[in-house]
């Protein structure tokens, strides 16, 4: 159903920080474990909570940035499946690239926090495909942390990632996760930051997509 899902979602969206362009169109756009050992970075910035920012090698501004997290041990240990480890659930996510299929929730995030710059990048989902092995998709946002009581929460699990031959246009979807991530070919279109309307592919400046400015 791969060619099926393509066609459903034939644009898949990624946040980014717009100083990290230069290390995605070189190396790809690559996961958080990915970029910790490019980087010989500390393996806590993977296993543990990120509270903050993390800037990863020289430069200002610094080639690539780790998000903030909110996965606090306190946050997660009820909201997982029993034998899975907050340790092990933080380790899991930072192997892989996210993407969101709506490309409304990916403006969310990116201007969540205006005093960074971020940029809103835009993917062929057919392209993704034919480039990168082991795409996956969640029905449910696993980075949202609910208020719910203890009793009433739906327990997050390593399966909620299903490959996506076994997606079905009855499946609903929230996320897209790649492990590892892209490598450097796979084009896209950038929109910068809110404030600005250029817009750019990652080689040929042209507009692979048919997308329009922000």
Avoid at 56 to 81: C, I, N
Avoid at 99 to 123: H, I, N, P, Y
Avoid at 165 to 176: F, G, H, I, L, M
Wanted: contains cysteine.
């Amino acid at each position: 159903m791969s060619d099926a899902f393509a066609a459903r979602y034939p644009v898949l969206f990624h946040v980014t920080e717009r100083s990290a362009l230069p290390g995605i169109r070189q190396h790809g756009l690559r996961s958080a474990a990915w970029l910790v050992s490019h980087h010989c970075a500390p393996l806590s910035l993977i296993d543990q909570n990120r509270r903050a920012w993390v800037n990863l090698g020289k430069g200002v501004p610094p080639p690539a940035a780790l998000r903030r997290q909110g996965m606090r041990d306190s946050s997660l240990q009820s909201r997982l499946r029993p034998d899975i480890t907050p340790t092990a659930w933080r380790r899991f996510i930072n192997e892989r690239v996210f993407f969101f299929v709506a490309e409304k929730k990916a403006l969310r995030l990116r201007d969540a926090e205006r005093a960074r710059c971020q940029v809103l990048l835009r993917f062929s989902t057919a392209h993704i495909l034919a480039a990168a092995d082991g795409m996956t998709t969640c029905p449910f946002n696993n980075g949202y942390i609910d208020r719910s009581p203890a009793h009433r929460r739906r327990l997050r699990d390593f399966d909620d990632y299903r490959p996506v031959a076994a997606w079905t246009s009855r499946d609903p979807v929230q996320e897209v996760a790649i492990p590892t991530g892209l490598p450097p070919d796979v084009e896209f279109t950038e929109c910068l930051c809110p404030d600005t309307e250029i817009l750019r592919t990652s080689e040929t400046g042209q507009l692979p997509l048919g997308s329009a400015a922000c």
